[in-house]
């Protein structure tokens, strides 16, 4: 962020939301963390936090968590979505091609993609949405999605025992 002007007057809205002064110190290390980062980039994230964010302790983790990359609900939140929306566009016959680990797993494991997708009421998807976003947060903070991919990979090279080379 190179716009002082503006980085003031976000941290000033900061500082009105929770009621506390922020600190010519803490200014200039929050200061510093976004130097790299470019001025839109840095607004949209001032606003994300003003929005969602509840604790003033963690608002320098909020802005670098949404400046390095969507934060882990608002990506179980995009991925619930497109299942959603897969569902209603193909229906429970085609499976989908999933990219991400994560939404694999729990697709195929937690969630078989087929047995879910005849199952599901228009009425419970609300709150299937809300957990599959606990279900994907609590696999992302605890790097399940490396032991998901290891696991992939054991089982190609599981699949290759015993043949003809």
Known sequence: ?????????MMTVISDRYEKKASQTFLNMTWAALKPYPD???VKAFNYVFQRCRFYKDIIPDLLQFLDG???EDKALVEANNMISYLKEHGARVFPVISDPIT???MTKRWPYRNWAEAILESEIKWWV???CEAYKTYSANDAHAEISVNEKFKQIVNTVGKTI
Do not use: I, T
Request: charged letters at 55%.
């Open 1 to 9: 962020m190179e716009n002082g002007k503006k980085f003031r007057e």
């Open 40 to 42: 839109e980039e840095c």
């Open 70 to 72: 969507r934060p882990d």
């Open 104 to 106: 694999k797993h729990l």
């Open 130 to 132: 809300k957990e599959f």
